[in-house]
Structure formats: structure tokens, C-alpha cells
T-cell receptor, first 115, second 111 residues
């Protein structure tokens, strides 16, 4: 158990809809990272928040947004969903703003299926 | 742009049959190279960090090595419980510090 909690574990929705994925980091970790994992793209970095502020941005679509709240939990919002958005979405956390040792603690992921 | 290529994509071994997984990388200055293990339906789990060419790290039946262009994950006398996808990631010393992941090698060890 990594200590990172993600909900929901599974989500099935229709094209055009909007969903919210939630992540609670490990106790004491200030950084939250969101990754998307699909069969053809592998693990792709989306966005990082550190202590409530956006810290780094990757290949995140404009239809997607995220935020980190004062209690450090984070939410990833996906809107105007398309079939291609079907994937596993992982949240990871680390103690500081930079994963100096490379060790990110990953949650078990949220599997999104868009029909 | 940082690139990480892992090979083979999939590997089937018999229990006890040692082998190696490869991770080749292109990065403008390596800050660190990381190996993760991912079980089906789970998130990646950190295994090792390597920082410089010549460095080696070991954990049970796994040994990771690093050269200037690639890393190997050697699996000695594997057991069925070693079956998983192994992911390699690199962190550049300049620019973004966010690890870039390869697509992984899916390892199946048959009893």
C-alpha cells in the first residue's frame, strides 16, 4: 500500500460528459502528479501541483484541468470526453516539489471508459 | 526531448531462467534513471534509482546497472511472483525534472 488513495477505481461514462477524479496523497507529501496510461502511449505526465500551486505541466489537454486543495488532496477534471480519453489515470505523490530520488508513490489508478 | 525506449516489449521466461531487460535513453544530461514495477491493475512501485554510469543496485533477484546510454535490469533465477511490467524512467538534469517513462517490458515467468 503506497498510501496514495484514488477514487473512483472504475468509471464508465459517455462521450461529451464530464468526470472528476480524486486523489489523496501520502500523509506529509506536498506534491501531487497526474499521469495518464494507455496501451499505445504508455505513462504520460499530465500535471503537477505542489502545496496548492501548479508546478509543472505536461501533455495535458485544454479539456482537462486539475487543482490541489488546502488539505492537499487533488482533483482532475476531464470534460467533453472523447473515446480516446479512455485510459488509466494515476495520481502520484512525493514529499517535495522535485522528485529528487525519483521515487514517486503511485495510487492504484482510476480506470476511465468512455463509450 | 527526452526519450526512453524499453526492450523487449514482452518476455516470457521459465522459472529459474535468468535474463535482462533493456532501457535505452536519450536525455540532455542525466540526473537519474529509475526502475519501477507495475502489477496488473496496480500503480507503479518504485524499485531503484541510478545516478551515474557504472552504478549498480540490487534487490533480491533484481540488479539494475547503468551506462551512459542504457540501463539493464537483470533478473536472476526468476520466480512466478516476479511477473509484472517493469518501467524505466529518466530525469534530466536541465529543464523539466519530471520523470519521462518508457512503455515498459511485460515479464511473465512460468512455473
Amino acid at each position: 500500500d503506497s498510501g496514495v488513495t484514488q477514487t473512483p477505481k472504475h468509471l464508465i461514462t459517455a462521450t461529451g460528459q464530464r468526470v472528476t477524479l480524486r486523489c489523496s496523497p501520502r500523509s506529509g507529501d506536498l506534491s501531487v502528479y497526474w499521469y495518464q496510461q494507455s496501451l499505445d502511449q504508455g505513462l504520460q505526465f499530465l500535471i503537477q501541483y505542489y502545496n496548492g500551486e501548479e508546478r509543472a505541466k505536461g501533455n495535458i489537454l485544454e479539456r482537462f484541468s486539475a487543482q490541489q486543495f488546502p488539505d492537499l488532496h487533488s482533483e482532475l477534471n476531464l470534460s467533453s470526453l472523447e473515446l480516446g480519453d479512455s485510459a488509466l489515470y494515476f495520481c502520484a505523490s512525493s514529499p517535495s516539489g522535485e522528485p529528487n530520488t525519483g521515487e514517486l508513490f503511485f495510487g492504484e489508478g482510476s480506470r476511465l471508459t468512455v463509450l | 526531448e527526452d526519450q526512453v525506449t524499453q526492450s523487449p516489449e514482452a518476455l516470457r521466461l521459465q522459472e529459474g531462467e535468468s535474463s535482462s531487460l533493456n532501457c535505452s535513453y536519450t536525455v540532455s544530461g542525466l540526473r537519474g534513471l529509475f526502475w519501477y514495477r507495475q502489477d496488473p491493475g496496480k500503480g507503479p512501485e518504485f524499485l531503484f534509482t541510478l545516478y551515474s554510469a557504472g552504478e549498480e543496485k540490487e534487490k533480491e533477484r533484481l540488479k539494475a546497472t547503468l551506462t551512459k546510454k542504457e540501463s539493464f535490469l537483470h533478473i536472476t533465477a526468476p520466480k512466478p511472483e516476479d511477473s509484472a511490467t517493469y518501467l524505466c524512467a529518466v530525469q534530466a538534469s536541465g529543464g523539466s525534472y519530471i520523470p519521462t517513462f518508457g512503455r515498459g517490458t511485460s515479464l511473465i515467468v512460468h512455473p
